[in-house]
């Protein structure tokens, strides 16, 4: 073989991986979104948003889920169905990231991520108390 014929093949193996890497890469972006364009994707996003405790929320052991109702960023409601267990500080979180796709007005999340409230944030009045001293 000669030179050009080899530098040809390595040029195009090179190109091949990079072309893979970057289809990858963007399979696996996922953007942030409300619920009213989440409906309107057909990929994975992640709608931010906060658990409406005054609506039902169960798991069912049988089928290994967890449902709530969220209300995303922009006032939306959905009903949230994650594939799993009710995850960890769920009673005390503050903020919701719920990873998932809408399908018949139901969010199905395949992951769940809770942002509850620090302990190490002070509260206002104890601040006040402190810097008065």
């Known amino acids: 073989m000669t030179s050009k014929i080899k530098i040809t093949i390595a040029a195009v193996i090179v190109v091949v991986f990079v072309v893979v890497g970057f289809m990858s890469f963007m399979d696996n972006k996922i953007d942030y979104a409300s619920f009213a364009e989440a409906q309107k994707k057909l990929k994975t996003v992640e709608v931010k948003g906060v658990w409406q405790k005054d609506k039902e929320t169960k798991y069912d052991p049988e089928k ?70």
């Open 64 to 133: 290994s889920t967890f449902t709530f109702y969220m209300k995303d960023d922009a006032n939306t409601e959905m009903k949230v169905i994650l594939d799993g267990a009710k995850p960890n500080n769920f009673d005390i979180a503050t903020m919701i990231v719920a990873k998932g796709k809408v399908k018949d007005d139901v969010f199905y999340a395949k992951e769940i991520l809770t942002k509850c409230p620090s302990k190490y944030e002070g509260k206002g009045e104890d601040v006040k108390k402190s810097s008065n001293l």
